[in-house]
């Protein structure tokens, strides 16, 4: 993001006041022309729930009247107003706003060009009567007074881990226990609504702590906090693994989660007359598995981005000698040390296998199949991440929450645009790398536009990733390089397209994941699952986006076109970030308030 300054000699200030006045005075008056006329020919207003009960951009004049005509009178949106200093920088002002809805307050945020609109963000932060229960509203904790029938929290606890699921049902049930699922779950726990989450795992955590020992986060700690509890001042920049998951689980035991661990989801029903899912699943409490149905209104599936293994089937596996593994299965290098392996993949997952098993003393082949884009995580953080996420930010007064609202208030149409000037500083900044790389036989993108590693994450979720040091190993031949597609297995490797032979006593596939709706369809059947269709991607008609175009991550945090079916992940900042507007959804139905969805996603590719 440019930084915005005030304009010398300009009163960039009373032409926010001005365009912020005439906004709200013609929302008041219901002159949708009017208002329209306040936007630029090119403009975009995205909405997180405050005005469409649902996560939408419009785009153009034409839209931007259509949502008012549609949504104007129900959601009767009243004190528009400047909140801070208004800015100014490129010709461009911005300002930060505050707002009321018939049934909710929220935040806002504009851009002006010529002093119209040119991008609109609006966002309701919170439920009027239903606010969460912290700050002024922190419950008490224990009541005053002598009570001869007084319950203690451990005790109130202990009826609800009883009750809940069994002579009770939960408003929402939650399919998957990482942090999407988890973070979803905190944020309900404080509006009041009654959830449980349903994880196969054991354990909060033991998603993160079940892969490869040398996993780490390759986004910094500033991006990664989860809701209501930040990591403290001596975390490190890059958690590992096993710290990511020790914290899941205390933060589920302090925020007070209602976690099955080790239950497994078998089938979800949906009853449309009832308005009730049956959501079967294998609950294991310690005495061995038992079979529990539980009622409840909402059902969220929280898998991250991606649904099941890619577990590519090759010819001649079966009469391979040696041993083959998802990069989901690999636990790491010990045991192979001064054997062969061939890594099949050339994105993240691969590169990290890749370099902890040359650091065990393996022979590592990797294969690239296609183009990937790589990033210096020192030069991501520096030109990418730092003005909103890093200690310089933090210092500069950014908090958290301003930085997850600056990312949200740029349009995914444009944001490639605001992306793709550091990824070409950083092929200016890091050439030699990159040639060296190259020269190694490395194929290298920076995306279908140049726009980077962000674009292609929302896009499509795969083919990137952030150095922090394997890249290095491939550059220097100590980690080989083979290219091409895979054509069989043979008694003792791989053969690929080329007719090149490759010995391994270990094959790893890290060739990804499928779409998180090939997990759900198991649970829901098929034909629910092509009703909801494709779940991620913008529809930007690039490599593995295909159109539509939808200007939303698709089916993402938001209504789908199956009823009471809603899909929550991404990586910690999204989990963070829109944990927040899928809760207040639930916590609204819950409530019985009116949440007429404008611009229901339609159904597109189901894979």
Known sequence: MTQT??????????RVESWVSAFQDALTARDVDRVVSLFASECYWRDLVAFTWNIKT???????????????????????????????????????????????????????????AWTLLTTLDELKGHEESQRENRPKGTLHGADPDRETWKEEREREAEELGYSRQPE????????????????????????????????????????????????????DHLPYMPFPDNWPVFAPKDKIADWLEMYARVMEINYWGSTTAESATFDEAEGRWTVEVQRDRGNGPEEVVLRPRQLVFAMGVSGKPNKVEFPGMDRFRGEIQHSSEHAGPTGYEGK??????????AFDICGSAWEAGADVTMVQRS????????????????????EEAV?????????????????????????????????????????????????LDFGDDESGLFMKYLRRGSGYYIDVGAAELVADGRVKLAKGQVAEFTETGVRLDDGTELEADLVVLATGYRSMITSVADLIGSDMATKVGKVWGLGSDTTKDPGP???????????????????????????????????????????????????????????
């Open 5 to 14: 300054l005030d304009r010398p000699g300009s009163d960039v200030g009373a």
């Open 58 to 116: 419009v785009e153009g004049t034409d839209e931007v009247a259509d949502l008012l005509r549609s949504v104007l009178d129900g959601v009767d949106p009243t004190k528009f107003a400047v909140s801070g200093e208004a800015s100014s920088a490129d010709g461009v002002d911005d300002a930060w706003l505050t707002f009321e809805t018939a049934v909710g307050r929220g935040t806002g945020h504009v851009r002006l060009v010529d002093g119209k």
């Open 172 to 223: 929402v049930v939650i399919v998957g226990g990482g942090q999407g699922g988890i973070a979803l779950s905190a944020r309900l726990r404080q509006l009041g609504v009654e959830a449980i989450v349903v994880e196969r795992n054991e354990r909060p955590g033991d998603s993160w702590r079940k892969r490869y020992k040398s996993l780490a986060l390759h986004d910094p700690v500033w991006y």
């Open 340 to 349: 062969k392996i061939v890594v099949v993949g050339s994105n993240n997952s």
């Open 371 to 390: 183009s990937t884009h790589i990033i210096k995580s020192d030069t991501l953080m520096e030109l990418a991440l730092g003005g909103l996420y890093s």
């Open 395 to 443: 210092r500069s007064g950014i908090t958290t929450r301003t930085a997850d609202l600056v990312f949200a208030s740029l349009p995914y149409r444009i944001m490639a645009g605001f992306q793709k000037p550091a990824y070409d500083e950083a092929k200016v900044r890091d050439a030699e790398y990159y040639q060296r790389l190259r020269d190694a036989g490395f194929d």
């Open 549 to 607: 175009w939808e200007g939303e991550q698709r089916n993402m945090w938001k209504p789908t076109q199956q009823q009471n079916l809603w899909f929550h992940g991404g990586n910690l900042h999204q989990s963070r970030h829109y944990s927040l507007y899928l809760a207040l959804q639930l916590k609204a139905r819950q409530e019985g308030i009116d949440t007429p969805v404008y611009a229901l996603q339609s159904s597109h590719h189901a894979e």
